[in-house]
């Protein structure tokens, strides 16, 4: 397994296997790996001749008051776990040579973000688009894995490179549950013992959504206000958000017909949770 | 000479040529070729194996009121001409798979692009930069040229390109004049025969600036002020902006040392000119 620090030598590393008629995948991540990480460079593997990761906590997707600081780094770790699922290449960069002090290039998807975490988060997904971005255009891959639990990220991605005509396949990947059905993430590590109890209600609220659709229920607001009065029932949570949305525009939906996006954000102690699914009207 | 229209034929197309490890001039433009196109296509056709041009009249870089619509178009005659100087391929993309009607990703450039025309024509160069990025995405080159005319627009791009990290080398060509020194533009076509002996005196304007620092003029408050009365006792002019700017970060100068760019944008009739140069102090 290489690892690569800088762009040009990442650059030129790619430029080769592309010669060779190798086919590139790409897991951008921002490191300490759980299974949701892994199983995205699993498909990977399976899906390209050449599997490169890179690990990089971007700095421009974080706003004022975010967790850019504390948030959690093993580097060892994170190579050993990369190493045992057959990554080629991990990319490293610098963040002095990903934004030198003139930097002031950034790309926005306008629609798709002003909705759920864009409207929580302001710049979050310019941060993101613009980083990956760059990192597409520094692995140059033939296809980029991303993980559905982040799904908003997922539809912008898809979005801006359609947009912009990059010529990768984006692959969203399921989301990766702990055994109790907390969602994996980075973050789940901010938790404390009692807190990790209740953020289990963003797992619950999507199980009891599930059951009201099935029992017949259509209405969006039904369902939502359910959701969040069983959130609110869990100690130390705090509700970003719980929509009901379509889940290719985003836009709100009021009734059920066919399938439609739930997504949560619940703030638990200092963790900001996402979860989400897709609900299916038979 | 290759005519491709399709966005997906075109990334096949160059996918080839780099597969057979071939290296790729583009040339992006919006037709109605002159000598200054010409002159890129024939400095790309040195500098590389293929040689790409695009003929697109971008429409998110016009804003309301602006050309779109009257802006000069001769097909038949660019392709006679990109034949004439070699060109391997012709990349003619149709506005509506360029930006289907839920298109909505955007490129920008924050700093260089809030000054001269950045300044009189707000998102123009988003739109600029978004086109960009799309055509490289498609045309995949090695290289990019670009006409040094459009100074603003250059750096703009050739920032652009070092913060996105894109593998490409951004190459600028000089401007291209008639022979009683107006630079040449698509736009000269507006010019009525009385119009048109006014539009030299952005050229002479030039010439007055560099009489002005051979003879040991430093101040640019002054040097401006002569150039804008000079401009202004021609008729049909109307002036936009006359700047003396730092030519790597376009910041205003007040005093001369080194290199500096001489800008100026002026109307004449109903045709908006641009012209510069870098004025040296020795």
Do not use: W
């Amino acid at each position: 397994m290489k690892i690569v620090n800088k762009v040009r030598q990442m650059q030129v590393l790619s430029d080769k296997f592309k010669k060779e008629g190798k086919k590139i995948a790409f897991v951008p991540t921002m490191g300490y790996f759980h299974k949701g990480h892994l199983s995205l460079m699993e498909r990977g593997r399976e899906l390209a001749d050449i599997l490169v990761i890179s690990i990089f906590v971007n700095p421009i997707q974080f706003g004022p008051g975010e967790d850019f600081m504390e948030y959690p780094r093993d580097l060892e770790r994170d190579l050993s776990l990369a190493e045992g699922v057959g990554v080629d290449v991990v990319f490293i960069p610098e963040a002095e040579e990903m934004y030198p002090p003139d930097y002031q290039t950034y790309l926005e998807v306008t629609g798709l973000t002003q909705h759920l975490c864009g409207l929580s988060r302001p710049g979050h997904f310019r941060g993101v688009t613009t980083v990956v971005a760059k990192l597409f255009n520094i692995v140059k891959p033939d296809i980029a894995l991303f993980g559905l639990k982040d799904y908003q990220q997922y539809i912008v991605i898809k979005r801006m490179v359609r947009d912009l005509n990059y010529d990768i396949e984006v692959v969203g990947c399921p989301i990766i549950r702990e055994e109790d059905g907390l969602a994996m993430s980075s973050r789940n590590t901010y938790l404390t013992p009692e807190q990790r109890k209740s953020a289990l209600c963003l797992y619950q609220g999507i199980k009891l959504a599930e059951r009201l659709v099935r029992e017949g229920q259509r209405d969006a607001k039904i369902i939502i206000k359910e959701v969040i009065d069983y959130i609110e029932s869990k100690p130390y949570t705090q509700i970003d958000y719980v929509k009901i949305c379509h889940p290719e525009t985003l836009d709100d939906l009021e009734y059920l017909n066919d399938k439609a996006l739930l997504a949560l954000a619940v703030r638990v102690g200092k963790a900001r949770l996402i979860d989400n699914t897709i609900l299916e009207v038979r």
